[in-house]
């Protein structure tokens, strides 16, 4: 069973370009959520994410960024007008309908690096 | 609210020596907590969990235990090896909603 898939795991962006990051969750999970990592700072939660539907966003900056999970394909991330600001690595994590305790399954993870 | 305070590191230790990591924490309700690996240029990977007071979480050497009454929930191995130099993350699932908390991060680093 493959696990969370990310791509690409490295992205280089211009000020001002559009940065569009991919999560395939495991098999059988319909539950996604990004988080970012600031460089020397934990993970911080984003946004959380069921097929089709944002269940809980709290965490996005409420411009320029927005997610998607749809119906079939990849979860998306999208920055818009990217800043220097937004280099960091942007983890997908995912968890099956029942999740046990909770427990989320990390990719790899993309850096993004604004120049 | 939900929080989660890690010891800051960079910890260096030599081959063989005892590893404590502290974590404490501040939830609202019994939350889960659990401990994350990232080894370098990769993902965070689970190394364990404890889901109630008291329970102790252990996998490939490492322990941890979670203590309500100090709302703890500290590291500890002890003889760590090369391999595990990586940089450690305490977590908490509060048992409503649906992120996680993360700790900042305790890098450490294992020299023969």
């Known amino acids: 069973n493959a696990g969370v898939m990310q791509n690409p795991r490295h992205l280089v962006r211009r000020r001002g370009q559009e940065a569009r990051l991919r999560c395939s969750p495991m098999?059988?999970?319909?539950?996604v959520y990004w988080y970012r990592q600031l460089p020397e700072e934990g993970l911080k939660f984003m946004v959380y994410?069921?097929?089709?539907?944002?269940?809980?966003e709290s965490g996005m900056p409420k411009e320029r960024f927005s997610a998607e999970f749809p119906k079939e394909g990849p979860s998306i991330l999208r920055i818009q007008q990217v800043v220097r600001g937004d280099s960091a690595a942007y983890f997908c994590?995912?968890?099956?309908?029942?999740?046990?305790?909770?427990?989320?399954?990390f990719g790899p993870g993309t850096r993004l690096t604004v120049l | 609210g939900n929080s989660v305070t890690q010891m800051e590191g960079p910890v260096t230790l030599s081959e063989e020596a005892f590893l404590t990591i502290n974590c404490t924490y501040t939830?609202?309700?019994?939350?889960?907590l659990f401990w994350y690996v990232q080894y370098p240029g990769e993902g965070l990977q689970l190394l364990l969990k404890?889901?109630?007071?008291?329970d102790k979480g252990s996998n490939k050497g490492f322990e941890a235990t979670y203590r309500k009454e100090t709302t703890s929930f500290h590291l500890e191995k002890g003889s760590v090896q090369v391999s595990d130099s990586a940089v450690y993350f305490c977590?908490?699932?509060?048992?409503?909603?649906?992120?996680?908390?993360f700790g900042t991060g305790t890098s450490l680093t294992v020299i023969p």
């Open positions: 994590a995912s968890s099956p309908i029942t999740s046990v305790f909770n427990e989320q399954f």
């Open positions: 098999k059988g999970h319909s539950h």
């Open positions: 994410l069921q097929k089709e539907n944002i269940i809980d």
């Open positions: 939830a609202t309700g019994y939350p889960s």
């Open positions: 404890a889901t109630k007071a008291d």
């Open positions: 977590a908490l699932s509060p048992p409503t909603g649906n992120q996680f908390y």
